[in-house]
């Protein structure tokens, strides 16, 4: 339990001060400001930011010279983001807006995504304050130039880092093995700052090789200096051109290493990642009901989000697998697309990619032409946030999660009907749903808890009836079980689990209830998506600089009936 939170918790609500616009609350670094009628988003987000203050703090050996004032709004209700600095050739991330110091942040769906999205940009305010210290001897250093993707980089990597104290197995969680760092799945935004390749990795190989300090080391010598060259020779000893090539060695053993192979039993992948596509961030992959094409969403320099890449089988010796095309991209507009907590699926004729966006300024289901990247149509919602959702497999109904305000629900929208309705309503969030093939039950995963807690990390899977609304537990532990995918029979599930650290994947026979762990990536594996007929599995990997997607066959002969 977060003690900062719980203190925050108990303020009165004469604290909350409503001379403002914003009814707004004070706390000691921050001055957090909400919409009317939110104030658990604002006390959530209060508790929150004096905990990322102490993590970012002990990190980078500094204290903030001023008071920050957080607006927190929910989910893509919030303000106007383009008006938001993004990273440049000179540090300045933090948002300035009339003389005024300021962060914009929107509440993700989960209390997680939240606190992640803090430390993500309050880390951003630190560096910002570091570069203008009043301490420092030369006022022009105040704009010294910062590589963006050092600046960005560095701020995901805080925000990756585990809870201080928190081992699996006798082991710390590496900041890399996590389903993504701004939520529990995917990556804010994709900003352009995200397609450096290799220099991704320089944070983790900073922090391993030379510790910890010499990071904060690093930026206050950028800010003396005048150049991120000239701090690297003085922290490191060497000069960038030999940290690179160190940097590569590194990123080639620590994202490759350990047991290369894709699963435990089988050896056939195809990769498609940076050096060949150009593609640093690629998630949520999906196959067409007939095995010829995947579809996934990946960071690009460009503004293209949505690819689909043809798909087949090579025969052949040691030398057969899944080939992936380079791909198509999709030229649907960025406006368009949800990013962040979202999912693919196919409908039934394979013609058309169902995943969540936005349409007329508002949050909807999209259903987008394979060919075009059209969209064909649109099912909106009355939500400030939908997330992954699922198309059934009769293409009448589909799961989502639903964001209103501060708490996320688990609905099902009847297509025929055109009605929702809501499966579950509670504090906690609920993700990943998906729907049984013979539409009875709805499989998701959850930190409910009977202690109340919504601040637990550890998810469930439960099956739930759709009808009764009784439920079973199907995997649980005290780790987060997330990303469940049903074969096309219902009768197996693939998940991805973190107890033995970084998070891989997992396979249970819901018959027998037997579980089996399929693949043993040093740095993660995650987004299982079953190939037709149950034959084998497409799924990303976590490398130091970005994710690889792969394809595997899962031997269907001896495992997959």
Not at 29 to 40: K, L, S
Not at 317 to 340: H, N, P, T
Not at 376 to 387: Q, T, W, Y
Not at 408 to 421: H, P
Request: proline content about 6%; overall charge negative; glycine content about 10%.
């Amino acid at each position: 339990m977060i003690v900062t939170l719980l203190t925050i918790l108990s303020a009165s609500p004469e604290n909350l001060d409503a001379s403002f616009k914003q009814p707004e609350i004070s706390t000691v670094h921050f001055t957090v400001r909400y919409q009317p009628g939110m104030e658990e988003l604002g006390i959530m987000a209060a508790g929150l930011s004096e905990d990322a203050y102490k993590r970012i703090s002990d990190f980078l050996d500094h204290d903030l010279t001023h008071t920050i004032a957080i607006n927190v709004s929910p989910y893509r209700t919030g303000p106007s983001f383009p008006r938001e600095i993004r990273p440049g050739p000179v540090c300045r991330h933090i948002l300035l807006y009339g003389g005024s110091r300021h962060i914009d942040v929107t509440f993700p769906g989960s209390f997680q995504g939240l606190r992640r999205s803090l430390i993500h940009k309050i880390t951003h305010a630190f560096i910002y304050d570091m570069f203008a210290d009043e301490q420092v001897p030369i006022p022009l250093v105040r704009a010294m130039p910062m590589p963006g993707w050092f600046s960005e980089s560095l701020a995901v990597y805080i925000a990756g880092l585990p809870d201080e104290n928190v081992s699996v197995s006798g082991r710390e969680v590496s900041p890399e093995s996590g389903p993504g760092l701004y939520s529990m799945t995917g990556y804010p935004s994709f900003p352009a700052a995200y397609t450096y390749g290799e220099k991704r990795g320089l944070i983790g190989f900073l922090d391993a090789t030379y510790g910890r300090k010499c990071i904060s080391e690093l930026l206050r010598d950028m800010r003396d200096t005048g150049g991120f060259d000239e701090a690297i020779k003085i922290v490191t000893g060497k000069r960038l051109e030999e940290l690179e090539t160190d940097l590569s060695a590194y990123i080639s053993s620590a994202g490759r290493g350990g047991d290369q192979r894709d699963f435990l039993y089988e050896n056939r992948e195809q990769i498609v990642d940076g050096s060949v596509t150009y593609l640093w961030y690629t998630i949520a992959p999906a196959v067409s009901p007939d095995g010829s094409c995947i579809a996934y969403l990946s960071a690009t320099p460009g503004s293209t989000l949505l690819h689909v890449s043809s798909l087949a089988w090579k025969a052949g010796g040691d030398s057969g697998g899944y080939e992936i095309s380079s791909g198509k991209d999709l030229k649907i507009s960025r406006g368009s697309i949800s990013s962040v907590d979202n999912r693919i699926s196919w409908t039934a004729d394979g013609k058309t990619i169902v995943m969540a966006g936005r349409s007329n300024g508002s949050e909807a289901i999209l259903f987008i032409d394979q060919d075009t990247g059209g969209i064909v149509s649109s099912e909106n919602m009355p939500f400030s946030a939908i997330m992954f959702p699922a198309l059934s497999g009769n293409g009448r109904y589909i799961s989502f999660t639903g964001a209103a305000t501060s708490t996320s629900d688990i609905y099902i929208y009847d297509r025929q009907a055109a009605s929702i309705k809501r499966i579950t309503d509670d504090p906690f969030f609920e993700r990943d749903p998906v729907i049984t093939p013979d539409g009875t039950s709805i499989l998701y995963s959850t930190n409910s808890n009977e202690s109340g807690d919504i601040t637990r990390g550890a998810f469930d899977i439960i099956r739930r009836d759709i009808m009764t609304g009784t439920s079973s537990m199907l995997v649980k532990n005290s780790f987060v079980n997330i990303h469940p995918s049903l074969s096309p029979d219902g009768k197996t599930l693939l998940y991805i689990c973190n107890e033995e650290g970084p998070f891989n994947i997992y396979m249970l026979d819901l018959a027998t209830r037997k579980t089996e762990k399929l693949t043993n990536y040093p740095k993660g594996a995650l987004y299982p998506a079953w190939l037709p007929a149950g034959k084998g599995m497409a799924y990303v990997i976590n490398l130091l600089h970005g994710t690889a997607l792969r394809v595997g066959d899962l031997n269907a002969g001896s495992r997959v009936k």
